[in-house]
């Protein structure tokens, strides 16, 4: 008898309403792969890119899609022994390589599973698994922020926003970076040293004040357009700006230039190193997952519709799915 298992499967591109909730049979384990029961899985804006249509060449449909696992090995490949069944692990899937994490159950590759940090639960370690992998390969890989330096993070109350101050001020950095006003506190309790309004400020003013006209070493933009375009004002000689955004539209980065900056557009890749890395962090204490909605796996749709509109929301951090149970947590519309 085949066994099965719920996932959410995305039936066409289009709408939150794209998702059915189906029964489908639970992939086969290969020799280097191991069989998680899924307990938490998360939201990010790649999910929403993919349902809307933006990757209709690399996502046959339909698909169950999601990039973010928290669970329980249930079954080891025959060679595997890097783990054991019952161990706590969390990992993102293989990004456009095969089936995600929006199910009961998921196979994936050892070499992308990484021991889940004792001291959290699955709904917070599913909040870190794409998100701690970008910051990490976008401050330490590309960056090479050390101590001492200041970085600017653009989108300091966002899922990578959140995450990114706190790897920064582990890293001994000096943080800046943008939020509602109303967030500042916040993002402050994160670590960052100096929060921008940018409802209300210029932050290429407030950054030249802040840093005595000197600019800021590196700038993570989680934003793109104009953000990336103005970006290069803010930098100090020999800068690095990373970027995790798509370019929608043509940069004249002629500012950049001027001040000898290097760029990087980072599409981050999964490997247990990473994953490894964020959890020394996160049992040492140096990071703290921040979830700001939680919904069960049958309203995956109304999850992406929280992320997708999260400005009409006083939403910190990310939108996180409790597979396993029914938890539901929505955050307020913002004032």
């Given at each position: 008898?085949?066994?099965?298992?719920?996932?959410?499967?995305?039936a066409?591109?289009?709408?939150?309403d794209?998702?059915?909730?189906?029964?489908?049979?639970?992939?086969?384990?290969?020799p280097?792969?191991?069989?998680?029961?899924?307990h938490?899985?998360?939201?990010?804006?790649l999910?929403?890119?993919?349902?809307?249509?933006?990757?209709?060449?690399?996502v046959?449909?339909?698909?169950?899609?999601?990039?973010?696992?928290?669970?329980?090995?249930?079954?080891?490949g025959?060679?595997?022994?890097?783990?054991?069944?019952?161990?706590?692990?969390?990992?993102?899937?293989?990004?456009?390589?095969?089936?995600?994490?929006?199910?009961?159950?998921?196979?994936?590759?050892?070499?992308?599973v990484?021991?889940?940090?004792h001291?959290?639960?699955?709904?917070e370690?599913?909040s870190?698994?794409?998100?701690?992998?970008?910051?990490?390969?976008?401050?330490v890989?590309?960056a090479q922020?050390?101590?001492g330096?200041?970085i600017?993070?653009?989108?300091?109350?966002?899922?990578?926003?959140?995450?990114?101050?706190?790897?920064?001020?582990?890293?001994g950095?000096?943080?800046?970076?943008?939020?509602r006003?109303?967030?500042?506190?916040f993002?402050?309790?994160?670590?960052?040293?100096?929060?921008i309004?940018?409802t209300?400020?210029?932050?290429?003013?407030?950054?030249?004040?802040?840093?005595?006209g000197?600019?800021?070493?590196?700038?993570?933009d989680?934003?793109?357009g104009?953000?990336?375009?103005?970006?290069?004002?803010v930098?100090?000689?020999g800068?690095?700006v990373?970027?995790?955004?798509?370019?929608?539209?043509?940069?004249?980065?002629?500012?950049?230039?001027?001040?000898?900056a290097?760029?990087?557009?980072?599409?981050?890749?999964?490997?247990?190193?990473?994953?490894?890395?964020?959890?020394?962090?996160?049992?040492r204490?140096?990071?703290?997952?921040?979830?700001?909605?939680?919904?069960?796996?049958?309203?995956?749709?109304?999850?992406?519709?929280?992320?997708e509109?999260?400005r009409?929301?006083?939403?910190?951090?990310?939108?996180v799915?409790?597979?396993?149970?029914?938890?539901?947590q929505?955050?307020?519309?913002?004032a």
């Amino acid at each position: 008898m085949t066994d099965t298992m719920n996932a959410v499967v995305l039936a066409r591109f289009g709408g939150v309403d794209a998702f059915e909730l189906r029964d489908v049979v639970v992939p086969e384990v290969g020799p280097r792969q191991v069989r998680v029961r899924v307990h938490a899985t998360a939201i990010n804006p790649l999910d929403y890119q993919i349902r809307r249509g933006d990757y209709v060449e690399h996502v046959p449909l339909p698909a169950i899609t999601g990039h973010d696992v928290s669970g329980v090995i249930e079954q080891i490949g025959a060679e595997v022994t890097e783990f054991a069944v019952g161990d706590e692990v969390y990992y993102t899937p293989q990004i456009f390589g095969g089936d995600g994490s929006y199910a009961e159950q998921h196979v994936a590759d050892v070499d992308l599973v990484g021991r889940k940090p004792h001291n959290i639960s699955h709904l917070e370690a599913a909040s870190l698994t794409l998100v701690g992998g970008t910051v990490w390969e976008a401050l330490v890989t590309r960056a090479q922020l050390t101590a001492g330096e200041t970085i600017l993070v653009h989108g300091g109350t966002g899922g990578v926003g959140t995450i990114a101050i706190q790897v920064a001020k582990a890293l001994g950095a000096r943080v800046i970076t943008t939020a509602r006003g109303t967030d500042h506190e916040f993002v402050r309790s994160l670590g960052a040293d100096v929060a921008i309004d940018y409802t209300s400020a210029d932050y290429v003013e407030v950054v030249s004040e802040a840093t005595n006209g000197q600019g800021v070493d590196v700038v993570l933009d989680t934003i793109g357009g104009d953000t990336l375009t103005r970006s290069p004002l803010v930098l100090a000689d020999g800068g690095r700006v990373v970027s995790i955004v798509d370019i929608a539209q043509p940069q004249n980065l002629i500012e950049a230039w001027g001040r000898n900056a290097a760029y990087h557009f980072v599409f981050t890749r999964q490997n247990r190193g990473k994953l490894d890395a964020l959890t020394a962090l996160v049992e040492r204490g140096d990071i703290r997952p921040v979830i700001g909605a939680v919904l069960p796996l049958a309203r995956v749709g109304e999850a992406h519709e929280l992320l997708e509109n999260r400005r009409d929301y006083t939403l910190h951090g990310k939108v996180v799915i409790d597979v396993a149970g029914q938890t539901v947590q929505l955050p307020p519309r913002a004032a």
